[in-house]
């Protein structure tokens, strides 16, 4: 999944609203079309907020907002208060809508999109170039190409298998080139020699794994014993 790019997850087919989209309009969409979520955007395309099913919740929230106490009026923002208001009382799309979005463009990576929304906390990405609204990535885009079938690797000698094994290992500080050889032959990466820990062993199954041209994983450390730990 690492080559993959925002532009090959990415939903063409987005609904989208206008800004002007009655509240109530908008949440029998995404009940009829089973989706989370709206962009809005203006007569000229141009991408403006998104409506999300938080929105909408915040806003039927609201209908049980009670006056505030004398105490929170003296002390709150002002801007603030009136900014939140017209969240949770507005009408139309352009009142509920979140305008602070995430964005990604087509060629972003598929890792970089993943860590925005564990990141963030969010669910979902819109795709965006030149202000125009391309196409949005949701976790659900990103685990299907999880769970895709990985493209063949072709050409790849044993050789540079072994030497981008090791170039991983290198940038980890749980793994020990010194201590851990690696053995490449027909695809196959072999350990050796010895590991700190079994989660430093399980590691390494992964690290070998995510190598493309790699067909199968050979453990045959040991642990480390207990004068080689103190001599490191």
């Not at 010194?178 to 990466?189: H, L, P, R």
Request: charged share 25%.
């Amino acid at each position: 999944m690492t080559s993959l790019t925002a532009r090959d997850l990415m939903s063409v087919d987005v609904v989208t609203v206008p800004p002007e989209t009655p509240v109530v309009a908008i949440a029998r969409l995404l009940a009829e079309r089973g989706i989370s979520a709206v962009p809005v955007l203006d007569h000229d395309g141009r991408l403006r907020g998104i409506v999300t099913e938080a929105d909408l919740i915040r806003r039927l929230a609201g209908a049980e907002d009670r006056p505030a106490g004398w105490l929170r009026r003296l002390f709150a923002d002002a801007a603030t208060e009136a900014e939140r208001y017209a969240r949770t009382h507005g009408a139309t799309a352009s009142d509920v809508m979140t305008e602070q979005l995430v964005t990604v463009t087509p060629g972003t990576t598929a890792t970089h999109v993943a860590h925005l929304l564990e990141e963030m906390g969010i669910r979902r990405v819109l795709v965006v170039e030149d202000g125009k609204l391309r196409g949005l990535v949701s976790r659900a885009d990103l685990l299907r190409a999880l769970v895709a079938p990985p493209e063949p690797a072709h050409g790849l000698s044993d050789g540079r298998i072994r030497a981008a094994v090791l170039a991983q290992m290198r940038k980890q500080p749980w793994a020990d080139t010194f201590s851990t050889m690696v053995e490449v032959q027909g695809g196959t990466v072999t350990f050796h020699g010895f590991v700190r820990s079994e989660a430093a062993r399980r590691a390494l199954r992964v690290l070998a794994e995510n190598i493309p041209g790699v067909t199968k994983v050979v453990d045959e450390t040991q642990p480390m014993p207990a004068y080689l730990s103190v001599a490191a």
